[in-house]
């Protein structure tokens, strides 16, 4: 019995070795988080510097080298602070500010999505902008430094009828940009108007919180909506719904053509590829005669 336990517990001498790699490479993954922590020193930012070197661009006029105020980091890429205004300032130039390709990128997006800087302090929300980052833009910044304003807005309590409403009257509700307002008029003009409120979320860049925010200040009034005459529009008068397919318009043609005109819209329920939710989606635009 022995024997097979001293067999069983034996290490022959390769397998040794394999126990002594391996137990040094669990205590080097151990010990890399406190080597690298002791051997990394953070960038600091010497703000008093920088306050120099403001008040001596201000004496002077002339723009400062934002590397200047950063210290223990030699290979730092030089960035120029000039004054500038954020709204629809190019990539090159936040790069240029000190901001990363990436960061820069960020705000670009948030400016897709229609969303415009007011203040300076709309620019200090912005989270690809740190906040030591912010304290060296801020003097440089364009823009008012109290609270977020917007001028020309409709009052509290006031709403927009959002299917007469240009696009210039739209940016008047609290919430909507230029942006956001071309592309309500864009989408209004597919569908031939809207009939909900709700069918904003279907406007690109209105997720459900944009949507709250401006939702107290629209009105719709189904009767400026434009509708089709299902017995007679063809596949291309279709295609300006963006809920139905190709698939499907065709569908609804053929059906019109081998069965004859349809006489309400329970009659587009015996196409089996249009469901319910569709119907709904397609209806208040469809007329019979």
Known sequence: MRPQIKNYLSVTKKEWNGMVVLIILIAMVLLAPYVFQANRKDNTINF?????????????????????????????RPAALFHFNPNNLPVAGWVKLGL???QA?????YEEKGGRFFTKGDVQKMYSISPAAYK????????PG???????????GEVVEINTADSARLTMIR??????????????????GFYNKE?????????????????????????????????TATFNELKRFPYLSYKQMDAIVAYRDE??????????????????????KIGPYLVFK
């Open 146 to 156: 109290g609270p977020a304003y917007h001028t020309n807005k409709v009052k509290p």
């Open 199 to 231: 069918q904003l979320r279907e406007v690109y860049g209105i997720d459900e919180e944009k949507y709250k925010q401006i939702e107290a200040g629209i009105e719709v009034d189904g009767k400026h909506i434009i509708k089709v005459n299902i017995n």
């Open 175 to 192: 919430g909507i940009g230029a942006a956001f307002a071309r592309r309500i008029v864009h989408y209004r003009e597919r569908v031939g």
């Open 259 to 280: 069965h004859g005109n349809y006489n309400a819209l329970h009659d587009l329920k015996n196409i089996a590829i249009l469901n319910d939710g569709i119907l709904r």
């Open 48 to 76: 008093k510097a920088f306050d120099k070197a403001v008040a001596n661009a201000d004496k002077t006029g002339d723009d400062i080298a934002a590397d200047e105020v950063f210290t223990g980091n030699r290979n730092a």
């Open 100 to 102: 990363t390709e990436h």
């Open 136 to 143: 060296l833009l801020e003097p440089y910044i364009n823009l």
């Open 105 to 109: 990128l960020v705000i670009k997006h």
